[in-house]
T-cell receptor
Framework: GDSVTQMEGPVTLSEEAFLTINCTYT??????LFWYVQYPGEGLQLLLK?????DKGSNKGFEATYRKETTSFHLEKGSVQVSDSAVYFC?????????????FGQGTILTVHP | DTGVSQNPRHKITKRGQNVTFRCDPI?????LYWYRQTLGQGPEFLTY????????KSRLLSDRFSAERPKGSFSTLEIQRTEQGDSAMYLC?????????????FGPGTRLTVL
């Protein structure tokens, strides 16, 4: 079945550091890929998405490129802020017969210090 | 606020009791999903509704779990004879399937603790 694997966490960075959170996936079809973020005390929010190979999703300074050849969707940001501290989830949606249900990775806790 | 709402936000119950959670999706969203999230893990899919029809159920959803979405609006998730292993955050999400787009909007979740 479909699966998503995220890099082991947690990740601790200083403000303005470069961020990479690795995500790889296994899927039988051609999934859509997502990054969701969960800020402390809040619900999951969609951060960015990509629906086909080589697409780049971007939002709030974060970027991720859909790499079909390496089955990856790594999240990057050039300069993190304290307000980026949150849990980040990589997810996929196999839009074939699964009605868009999401399969999530285990999440990566990001802490940014001033 | 026009987001997805869930009630209650927290529920503490004793093993063997029944509990029911409610989810109010964004109005006009025709798709509704339930997920379960345990500590340190990502959410896991439980079940899915298209309007009032329950079209998919995960193998995670044992016979003690039942979900409904009468009239295609709000949804309820009931757990009968709760067990300590049911302790988790239960998340609801809704979406509007339009031209292949299916962005899911999540509620804040109901945290269940079974003593």
């Amino acid at each position: 079945g479909d699966s998503v694997t995220q890099m082991e966490g947690p990740v601790t960075l200083s403000e303005e550091a470069f961020l990479t959170i690795n995500c790889t996936y296994t899927a039988t079809g051609y999934p859509s890929l997502f990054w969701y973020v969960q800020y402390p005390g809040e619900g999951l929010q969609l951060l960015l998405k990509a629906t086909k190979a080589d697409d780049k999703g971007s939002n709030k300074g974060f970027e991720a490129t859909y790499r079909k050849e390496t089955t990856s969707f790594h999240l990057e940001k050039g300069s993190v802020q304290v307000s980026d501290s949150a849990v980040y989830f990589c997810a996929l949606s196999d839009g074939g017969t699964s009605y868009g249900k999401l399969t999530f990775g285990q999440g990566t806790i990001l802490t940014v210090h001033p | 606020d026009t987001g997805v709402s869930q009630n209650p936000r927290h529920k503490i119950t004793k093993r063997g009791q029944n509990v029911t959670f409610r989810c109010d999706p964004i109005s006009e969203h025709n798709r509704l999903y339930w997920y379960r999230q345990t500590l340190g893990q990502g959410p896991e899919f439980l079940t899915y509704f298209q309007n009032e029809a329950q079209l998919e159920k995960s193998r995670l959803l044992s016979d003690r779990f039942s979900a409904e979405r009468p009239k295609g609006s709000f949804s309820t998730l009931e757990i009968q004879r709760t067990e300590q292993g049911d302790s988790a955050m239960y998340l609801c999400a809704s979406s509007l399937e339009t031209a292949g787009r299916n962005e899911q909007f999540f509620g804040p979740g109901t945290r269940l603790t079974v003593l």
